[in-house]
């Protein structure tokens, strides 16, 4: 339960600063309004979050990048000379061409 306001708080908290201002209407409606402003400070010291974006990995610059040499490919092969597709299995015809596909498509 939030702590109770002693009633000549709450009348004051509640009042409105255009009500009592005597200037004219306007130049207290705005003086009532909370407009955002923004420090310069602040607009130089924007940044991204931590952790907001992955660094992009360098391969095949040397040992000191982790991911020299092979760059990450393994030792000989179609796949470390070449272009081959994920899915390709060496010229056989493929299991999802000998099985069929597993289950049933619900329509």
Known sequence: ????????????????????????????LFNGLAIQTRNASILADLR???????????VGRGPSAGKGKTSGRGHKGQ??????????????????RQKGQLGFENL
């Not at 306001?5 to 908290?13: E, G, N, S, T, Y």
């Not at 991204?48 to 360098?58: F, H, L, Q, S």
């Open 79 to 96: 796949k470390q000379h070449g272009k081959v597709n994920a899915w390709f299995q060496g010229g056989q015809t493929p299991l999802i």
């Open 1 to 28: 339960m939030p702590p109770r306001i002693p009633a000549r708080l709450a009348a004051q908290c509640c009042r409105t600063p255009f009500e009592t201002s005597n200037v004219n209407a306007l130049s207290g």
């Open 48 to 58: 991204d979050n931590r952790d907001a974006y992955n660094k992009r990995i360098r």
